[in-house]
């Protein structure tokens, strides 16, 4: 049973790159959810709902460039 929406723990976060380098990835995301047992609840994904943008975010978290 889905009884509480995800939540962040940080409301903005902002990350400077440099333009020209290529990264792996950017920073880590996360949010927290309340349903279920420490260790079971976990987000399954993450989905960026801006069209258009260059990044991508993995079940993980981690954010990066999407280069194609």
């Known amino acids: 049973m889905n009884e509480f929406s995800p939540k962040w723990p940080q409301?903005?976060?902002s990350v400077d790159v440099v333009e020209g380098r290529?990264?792996?990835h950017?920073?880590?995301l996360e949010a927290v959810d309340r349903d279920?047992?420490?260790g079971?609840?976990?987000i399954c994904r993450y989905l960026?709902?801006?069209k258009n943008?260059?990044?991508e975010v993995d079940a993980e978290g981690q954010s990066s460039v999407?280069?194609?």
């Open 66 to 68: 999407d280069y194609q």
């Open 48 to 50: 960026i709902i801006t």
């Open 22 to 24: 290529v990264y792996d």
């Open 40 to 42: 079971v609840s976990r």
């Open 53 to 55: 943008v260059p990044f």
């Open 11 to 13: 409301l903005y976060m």
């Open 26 to 28: 950017i920073t880590r």
């Open 36 to 38: 279920g047992a420490d």
